[in-house]
């Protein structure tokens, strides 16, 4: 299994607005890529991460260099007026091989 992690500053008062387009973009990049899905954070300074989960390495970087585009064009307009600011290059933060899987997953549909 294959992780990218990711950031995103959000403009205040969009928050929800990010998360909601966060969420159905993640949804599309799933079945149109193949990824396993993602999770998003906020920390303790407002900043939004997600943690994507892909089957593997080339898998993600397919979908990385195809700019994780999808069919839905209101989408990704709300998800890129929402945010303030990426790191530089809009890289992932980091990239690495699960060596080990201690987490479990519940049965539960995906929450927002």
């Given amino acids: ?12 008062g969009k928050e929800e607005q990010f998360i909601k387009a966060w969420s159905r973009g ?6 149109k890529y193949g990824s396993y899905g993602s999770r998003l954070h ?14 593997d390495e080339a898998t993600w970087r397919y979908a ?4 994780m585009t999808y069919e839905e064009p209101e989408t990704r307009a ?3 007026d929402a945010v303030a600011e990426v790191p530089p ?3 992932p933060i980091f990239t690495m091989e699960v060596v080990s899987d201690r987490l479990v997953t519940r049965a539960a549909p995906a929450t927002d």
């Fill in 42 to 55: 906020r920390d303790a300074d407002g900043r939004f991460v997600g943690y994507a989960e892909w089957p």
């Fill in 78 to 80: 709300a998800f890129e």
């Fill in 1 to 12: 299994m294959f992780v990218a992690v990711y950031w995103w500053r959000v403009h205040p």
């Fill in 89 to 91: 290059d809009a890289d």
């Fill in 26 to 31: 993640t949804d599309l990049i799933r079945a």
């Fill in 64 to 67: 990385f260099d195809h700019k």
